[in-house]
């Protein structure tokens, strides 16, 4: 499903060349729970980004889902990533002007799907994720569980293979990170869809099917709950 070889990222800052990755490798299989942990500047954030097509490699390949996403021209690599691949980010990237219902619809509405298509799927993922009662609210309205469950809901609104997790539960209490870490498990076991949490929380990372370590850019350890 996912696949790294041999993967080198390195960004220039001023005169100096700052290293992200340095030849990792790794594969993800599907239907696989993946946390990915390490210090801050370990990579993981990059991995993360390069899995998703938001980065390119300065080396080395990027597949997934069969494709070699780090080759596709930019456009190819939007519509992969609108189709294939959900995001979950740490502070929940929601549209603060628009109703519940309207942040899960709007990346369908994008996507050229009629108001009533679209209305009625993001009723169903609003369901899902138990925000059914929560429709008409802004997120301001909602709770910081509730606002990630939303993230989630819209994540979900083309029923990728693929899910990318980003520190979801970073920004939340215990009893909502556990509820968002037991949606995702219950995701990924019920639709069988890749999951892919970076996490600084050894106790989130515990929901994964492996832990993938890394530090300085490149793999320490894989370790099994």
């Known amino acids: 499903m996912i696949r790294l070889i041999n993967v080198h990222k390195h ?4 005169r100096n060349k700052i290293t992200a990755l340095a030849g990792l490798s790794l594969d993800i299989k599907k239907g696989e729970f993946a946390a990915v942990m390490g210090p801050s500047g370990s990579g993981k954030s990059t991995l993360l ?13 990027v597949l997934v889902d069969g494709r070699i996403i780090s080759q596709m021209a930019d456009d190819e690599v939007t519509l992969f990533r609108r ?17 519940a219902v ?15 298509e679209s209305n009625l799927r993001a009723k169903t993922l609003l369901e899902r994720v138990g925000l059914e ?24 609104a083309f ?39 970076v996490t600084h929380n050894q106790e989130a990372a515990g929901y994964g099917d492996r832990i993938v370590h890394l530090r300085d850019g490149v793999i320490e350890e894989v370790q099994s709950p």
Not at 11 to 14: A, I, K, R, T, V
Not at 53 to 59: A, C, K, S, V
Not at 160 to 184: C, F, R, Y
Request: aromatic share 4%; with cysteine; net charge negative.
């Open 102 to 116: 309207e942040n899960v619809m709007l990346p369908l509405i994008l996507d050229g799907r009629s108001s009533a």
């Open 159 to 197: 029923n990728p293979p693929i899910l990318l997790a980003d520190e979801p539960t970073g920004n939340l209490d215990s009893k909502n990170g556990a509820a968002v870490l037991e949606l995702l498990r219950q995701i990924n076991t019920e639709q069988r869809c890749t999951v892919v949490m």
């Open 83 to 99: 189709t294939r691949i959900g995001f979950v980010f740490q502070f929940f990237n929601l549209l603060p002007t628009l109703a």
């Open 133 to 156: 009662g929560r429709r008409d609210h802004l997120p301001e309205e909602l709770s910081g569980g509730e606002m990630q469950r939303l993230a989630i809901a819209r994540a979900l």
């Open 11 to 14: 960004y220039q800052q001023g």
């Open 49 to 61: 980004h390069l899995i998703g097509g938001l980065d390119r490699p300065t080396e080395g390949q």
